[in-house]
């Protein structure tokens, strides 16, 4: 699986911005999808993921519950990161990855060693 996430940008504390992820390959619906974000200096940080399929499932990191809601589309490979009510603190580059069906018996993880593929990350600057 091949990822390219696209959507990043600048924007002012208050506003939104959709960030894309999207996905090669046939198998796209197979894959639980999650975003993870790094911040200059910190590590990287889970920030969202959804379910493989139907993506009726969803989890967030609590510094993003209620701003942030993840999605995917399987007709298009992609899956989303819809940012509201954005803040300073969530400026990084943002990346996609997904994890394989073998992977565990939960459908998640918050780590990033539990994904299996990586898109290149995308830039979001928060300006105050």
């Known amino acids: 699986v091949q990822l390219q996430a696209s959507g990043g940008g600048l924007v002012q504390a208050g506003g939104s911005l959709r960030l894309s992820c999207a996905a090669s390959?046939?198998?796209?619906?197979?894959?639980?999808m999650g975003w993870f974000r790094q911040a200059p200096g910190k590590e990287r940080e889970f920030v969202a993921a959804i379910s493989w399929s139907t993506g009726s499932s969803t989890h967030y990191d609590d510094s993003v519950k209620g701003r942030f809601t993840i999605s995917r589309d399987n007709a298009k490979n992609t899956v989303y990161l819809q940012m509201n009510s954005l803040k300073p603190e969530d400026t990084a580059v943002y990346y996609c990855?997904?994890?394989?069906?073998?992977?565990?018996?939960?459908?998640?993880?918050?780590?990033?060693?539990?994904?299996?593929?990586w898109g290149q990350g995308t830039l979001v600057t928060v300006s105050s």
């Open positions: 390959g046939r198998t796209f619906s197979r894959y639980a």
């Open positions: 990855a997904a994890r394989s069906p073998t992977r565990g018996s939960s459908w998640y993880s918050t780590s990033k060693r539990e994904y299996d593929y």
